[in-house]
């Protein structure tokens, strides 16, 4: 029987914390990110102009078709050798945490295209004639008309992909940069308790997870009945 | 005011109108009435550029609605349209149904939309109801908003897409009601619209569409007395038999 040791994880509190900020500020400016460029992705697919519907839906579907793990892996090889040929930084900044983010907010944002383009597809197709007979542009009508029901509709949905996402941070891990996954293994391995280390993270990622998707079902029935 | 000149328009290979021509003067009223897929909605929707065609012209105060240099935006802002649907925003309060276009395309300000808002809706019956929500209202009193909403843009004409179509009976006078009071105060409209009844009571004249062709144009009481196509006498006899 294996022998369970926890008594490493209380003086590591403080560094997997420091971790999880990590975890949190990638899934928080995916999300951002991701859901304004994901925006323009689903209106530029919905667009009446072929070759922006051609070029959004080749990025949607090029994002979707890849492993996450690879695309992350491309932009650290890439970004940071770019980023510091582009601005002759030294070669020693860390920008290993700027990668992430685009990497995850780029790539993120094309599974939120596609949830916003069928929020967007949701609005009924006379909401968007009613505005533009009032003399709305096609700005205005989706800014004021369109968007905010679509978003309505969605809200339920963009946190739940938010949930997935944050869970998906975790493969940073590949970078060596230290998330709360990365921090949670970099203790395991130095005390030697790799598994209780791991058991732990994945607790306190399940935690995360189910309250916030608990909250979400709530949510979701609320704007239902609503 | 509206003049129609040979429009047609189709659909890949469904022909959806077929040179279709009629002039609308200033302060007429003109019924367009005609079968199912028909193509009369279509009809009213190029009118404002919301279907676009591909041959002939539509002028609307001397605009043409096809010529792509046209601001189609600024054109729509002064061509009241009144949907089947109804169209009011759910997300926003009758009030803010009322005055966004206002603000966001003519530029007014918020307390003159909102004043100009109430005034309108005193006028359709429904000033109590401001605060409310489009989903909180019944089917005739949102499209008395809907109609409120259109005239608050002060427009020069108004177009109605089968405004009581998807209205319960006993909520389609009132709003036929609020119709007949535009018209009679001089307002251009053009209707597309089965209500015999408000077609004889201000109408100045009626058209018949099948099959994507304007086949009667006549004035009121011409097409009421005989109409000259068969087609037209078979669609009256359905709808006015009962």
Known sequence: MYDFDWSSIPGALPFLWTGMKVSLQITVTAVVVGIAWGTLLAMARLSSMKLLAWLAAGYVNLFRAIPLVMVLLWFFLIVPQLLKGLFSLDPNTDVRLVSAMVGFALFESAYYAEIIRAGIQSVPKGQAAAAAALGMSYAQAMRLVVLPQAFRNMVPLLLTQAIVLFQDTSLVYVSALADFFGAAYKVGDRDGRLVELLLFAGLVYFVLCFVLSQIVRRLHKRLATA | ?242
């Open chain 2, 1 to 242: 005011m509206i003049t129609i000149d040979k429009v047609s328009k189709h659909y890949g290979s469904f022909q959806v109108l077929t040179d279709c021509s009629t002039q609308i003067a200033k302060g007429e009223v003109v019924v367009v009435c005609g079968p199912s897929g028909s193509g009369k909605s279509t009809l009213i929707k190029c009118v404002n550029g919301l279907e676009p065609f591909q041959s002939g012209t539509i002028t609307v105060d001397g605009v043409s609605v096809g010529d792509p240099k046209t601001n189609l935006p600024k054109l729509r802002s002064r061509v009241g349209m009144v949907f089947q649907h109804f169209e009011l925003f759910p997300h926003m309060s009758i009030t803010e149904n009322l005055s966004i276009a206002q603000e966001k395309v003519l530029g007014r300000s918020k307390d003159e939309a909102r004043s100009k808002g109430l005034a309108l809706l005193e006028r359709v019956g429904l000033k109590a109801h401001a605060d409310k929500f489009p989903g909180q209202l019944s089917g005739g009193q949102q499209q008395r908003v809907a109609i409120a909403r259109a005239l608050s843009m002060d427009p020069i004409c108004m177009l109605f897409d089968e405004p009581t179509s998807a209205l319960d009976p006993e909520m389609i006078n009132e709003v036929l009601d609020v119709m007949v009071e535009l018209a009679q105060e001089g307002m251009t409209m053009m209707c597309v619209t089965h209500e015999m009844g408000f077609a004889r009571k201000v109408a100045n004249r009626v058209i018949f569409m099948d099959k994507g062709r304007i086949v009667e144009d006549d004035a009121k009481d011409a097409f009421f007395g005989a109409p000259r196509s068969e087609r037209a006498q078979q669609f009256l006899a359905k709808i006015l038999s009962h």
